[in-house]
């Protein structure tokens, strides 16, 4: 699904009376109001969705696959994203490649 598809599906889902272009709007607001907080290291909790949260990642050795010389990876800070249980049991439900 694509942003586009997001946008669609949301103005759908509203019915008559808001643009697509409202919607798109809407959309970009929170998607921007999400990376915001995670910039900041904030942890964003939607109930029955899910929770957004930064993690720190420690240094550590890696080896380059062409050459199998060690590598030193540098600490980093990630944005993970972790399930609700009813997230996770709703596509659990769902066959694959339905």
Do not use: W, Y
């Amino acid at each position: 699904m694509t942003k586009a598809d997001l946008v669609q599906q949301v103005s759908e889902s509203i019915g008559p009376g808001v643009t697509k272009k409202d919607c798109a709007v809407v959309v970009d607001a929170f998607l921007s109001a999400v990376k915001d907080a995670l910039a900041e290291h904030e942890n964003i909790e939607i109930r029955g969705f899910g929770s957004f949260k930064v993690r720190a990642r420690k240094s550590r050795l890696a080896r380059n696959p062409r050459t199998g010389e060690p590598v030193e990876v540098p600490p980093r800070t990630v944005p993970v994203f972790k399930p609700s249980k009813d997230l996770r049991e709703l596509v659990e439900a769902q066959p694959v490649g339905a």
